[in-house]
C-alpha cells in the first residue's frame, strides 16, 4: 500500500498517523506544495490524504499551485479513490468539487466537542468512535454549502459542517485528529494561527491551549488511532 500526502506547510504533516503507518509498513509520499514540489502520477496511489495550512483555498494567486492540487482532487474523487481531508484538505475537497469555502465569522481555536450526524453514525469513517467526543480545532473558514452529492457527517454550534463524504470513499473533516505533544507548540508560531488565537483568547491563549490538549491527549490519541484504522479499512 502507497498513501500520497499533500501537505502545505511542514510542521501540518501526517502527525501521529505516521507512527501508524509505520507499524503497518505503508508507505506514504509526502509532497511539499508550498516548497513548489510538483505532484506525482496519480495512478502510483492507493490512497490520498491531505492536510492543513494557514493559507486558505480561494488565494490561488498567492499560492499558484491550489489550481493543480484542486484538479488533482477532482481527478482523484471521480474515480472514487480513498480520501480523507483534514483542516485545509476538509475544505479543499468541498472547494474542488463545487462546493462552497469562506471566513467565519468568528474563527473556531481550542478544544470544541462535535457530534455525528444520522449519517456519521454509519460512516465507515467514525466506526467506533463517537457519539460525541472533544476535537483540537484552529480554523477561520470553514465549509459554508456542500458541493453536489456530499454528505454531513460531524457539526457542532459554531461550525455545522465539521466532516463530510462524498461518494463511497472520500471523507473531510475539519477539526484535527492527528495531533501530537508537538503539534500545538509548533503551529503556535505561524502568525496566521497565532492571531486566530488571540483573536479568541487575548494573550496567553498559546500556553492555555497547550494545557487543555496536553490533558486530552490521550482521548486524542486514541481517536486518532480509531480513525487511521478506520480509514485503512476504506481503502481496503
Known amino acids: 500500500m502507497k498513501i500520497l500526502v499533500f501537505q502545505h506547510v511542514a510542521v501540518e504533516h501526517p502527525g501521529r498517523f505516521r507512527d501508524f503507518l509505520k507499524a503497518d509498513g505503508i508507505q506514504w509520499h509526502p509532497v511539499e506544495l508550498d516548497a513548489g514540489e510538483p505532484i506525482p502520477p496519480l495512478d502510483d496511489y492507493d490512497a490520498l490524504m491531505v492536510f492543513g495550512g494557514p493559507m486558505d483555498v480561494w488565494q490561488e494567486a498567492e499560492n499558484p499551485w491550489l489550481v493543480p492540487e484542486k484538479a488533482a482532487i477532482r481527478q482523484w474523487v471521480a474515480k472514487d479513490r480513498p480520501y480523507l481531508g483534514?483542516?485545509?484538505?476538509?475544505?479543499?475537497?468541498?472547494?474542488?468539487?463545487?462546493?462552497?469555502?469562506?471566513?467565519?465569522?468568528?474563527?473556531?481555536?481550542?478544544?470544541?466537542?462535535?457530534?455525528?450526524?444520522?449519517?456519521?453514525?454509519?460512516?465507515?469513517?467514525?466506526?467506533?468512535?463517537?457519539?460525541?467526543?472533544?476535537?483540537?480545532?484552529?480554523h477561520g473558514a470553514a465549509v459554508l454549502a456542500l458541493p453536489p452529492g456530499a454528505r454531513v457527517l460531524a457539526e457542532n454550534a459554531h461550525c455545522p459542517i465539521q466532516a463530510i463524504q462524498v461518494g463511497q470513499r472520500a471523507f473531510g473533516i475539519?477539526?484535527?485528529?492527528?495531533?501530537?505533544?508537538?503539534?500545538?507548540?509548533?503551529?503556535?508560531v505561524i502568525p496566521e494561527y497565532r492571531s486566530a488565537l488571540e483573536a479568541i483568547t487575548g494573550p496567553g491563549g498559546q500556553q492555555a491551549l497547550e494545557t487543555v490538549t496536553r490533558e486530552k491527549m490521550p482521548v486524542f490519541a486514541a481517536a486518532a488511532k480509531q480513525l487511521y484504522a478506520n480509514f485503512k479499512g476504506v481503502i481496503g
Not at 100 to 129: D, H, I, S, Y
Not at 174 to 188: A, F
Open 86 to 138: 483534514v483542516c485545509l484538505g476538509h475544505q479543499l475537497l468541498a472547494e474542488a468539487l463545487g462546493g462552497q469555502v469562506g471566513l467565519m465569522a468568528k474563527p473556531e481555536v481550542g478544544v470544541t466537542e462535535v457530534t455525528l450526524t444520522e449519517a456519521g453514525r454509519a460512516a465507515p469513517l467514525f466506526t467506533g468512535l463517537g457519539p460525541t467526543f472533544p476535537t483540537l480545532q484552529w
Open 174 to 188: 475539519q477539526y484535527h485528529v492527528e495531533l501530537t505533544d508537538d503539534t500545538v507548540p509548533e503551529w503556535g
